[in-house]
């Protein structure tokens, strides 16, 4: 991978401790930024910025923040300002999904769900666009999922919070259109990580059937998008032509279909 030679920019990257988040912070670390690195896992959190730390000669910030609590946010904007950190680079990675009908699934977990997939998303990149707008540089990175782009039975809520950051993102990279801030949403596929294991999915068909892609290549795709301004990234062609494919098959086929693929054997 090309080097960069962003030695004094920062990137904040939610869900840094694993899977896409610790690939990306990797990835990061690689071309320069120093990094500011956000996740509710502390003696995690803390052995990749150590690993981190090591390997480059980088600054590199943990915090341990629960991003289910709506005043994360602010708490973490406050940290930085009182630190004069300036965040060139925002990475909003974390996110979590639960499996099940929804008229059994646990309620509290799906508000949890929406704070962290969609609150605090929209919460974080409030706060640090307008500095971005200002200077007249910056790149927001937001995690949507192949799932943004078709309803998803027995993920339902999981599945409409990632169509919300996809609208989002593409929305918002229109708004700042000649304004040298970018935003990009990264739509994978399945990915090899703890995700599947956590919300359930373990043994869905669609898991058992399909060869997962590997997080560090899903990274890797996600930061040259971001790198290039992209507005919205489908790593692997099978997603690409899944995501053109729903367009033209009537939408109750659609949920029919995704909901065979959902279904635990």
Do not use: W
């Not at 120093?34 to 390997?55: E, G, S, T, W």
């Not at 090899?192 to 560090?216: P, V, W």
């Amino acid at each position: 991978m090309k080097k960069s030679h962003q030695r004094n920019q920062t990137v904040l990257i939610t869900g840094a401790a694993n899977g896409i988040g610790y690939e990306l912070a990797y990835i990061f670390a690689q071309n320069n930024y120093n990094l500011v690195l956000v996740d509710i896992m502390p003696q995690k959190l803390a052995d990749v910025a150590d690993k981190i730390r090591h390997q480059f000669e980088i600054r590199v910030k943990p915090i341990v923040k629960d991003l289910s609590i709506n005043t994360s946010p602010e708490d973490i904007f406050a940290e930085l300002q009182q630190e004069s950190i300036q965040i060139d680079v925002l990475v909003n990675n974390a996110g979590f999904g639960i499996h099940g009908l929804f008229s059994e699934t646990n309620l509290n977990t799906e508000l949890e769900m929406l704070q962290v997939n969609l609150v605090t998303l929209t919460h974080l990149t409030k706060l640090f666009l307008k500095d971005m707008v200002r200077k007249g540089d910056g790149k927001i990175l937001n995690l949507a999922s192949a799932a943004a782009f078709q309803p998803g039975p027995l993920m339902a809520v999981y599945f409409a919070t990632k169509a919300y950051i996809l609208s989002f993102s593409q929305a918002l990279a229109r708004e700042l259109e000649n304004t040298g801030v970018t935003v990009t949403a990264l739509c994978p596929g399945p990915t090899e990580s703890a995700f599947h294991k956590r919300t359930g999915l373990a043994g869905a068909r669609q898991i058992e059937s399909n060869n997962m892609m590997d997080a560090k290549k899903v990274a890797k795709i996600g930061y040259r998008a971001l790198m290039a301004g992209k507005t919205v990234a489908i790593p692997g062609l099978k997603n690409k032509m899944l995501a053109e494919m729903v367009r033209f098959i009537p939408r109750n086929l659609v949920t029919k279909i995704v909901k065979n693929m959902q279904e635990v054997t």
